[in-house]
């Protein structure tokens, strides 16, 4: 019978050791792994740094290659997309732009708090904007088939910018 508990002792011991060894492996892969991911990171910034030097040559009319070319053009058109979606938002929320800064102001308001302009209210903006009320009266399949034509040009300048 002692054999026996000294058996299971040593074979309790080892199994404690090999446990212990595979969480200090399994401790230690996680702390490369993280090191893995902060180089990766630094790589991925520095690309993101490297594309925006590329498409900042392209919009100042800079030569770029081809395939560079290819995607700045569909930054473009995905930036003129955001964009014009910004200025819906706007147009919503009841906003308009500062002539001076560029920033978005309460219509309400008659100085803009970022840079103290006097804010114009224009009488093109006014329109516009009377237009999408009573848009927002009309039924929601009207609303439905602007979004919908919104996607398909959206999805047609994408096609466009691929090819």
Known sequence: MRDFFEDLGKRLGETAETVTSKAGDAIEIQRIKGQIRGLARGNAVDLMELGRTI???????????????????????????????????AKIRGTSECARCGRMVSKEMSYCPYCGEKVTVCDADAEEVRDDADTADAPADSTEEKDADTAETTAEKTEEAAE
Do not use: T
């Not at 560079?68 to 964009?83: G, H, Q, S, V």
């Open 55 to 89: 498409y900042d040559r392209y919009k100042e009319g800079g030569e770029v290659e081809e395939s560079a070319k290819a995607l700045c053009d569909a930054i473009r058109d995905r930036e003129a997309a955001i964009e014009d979606y910004e200025k819906k938002i």
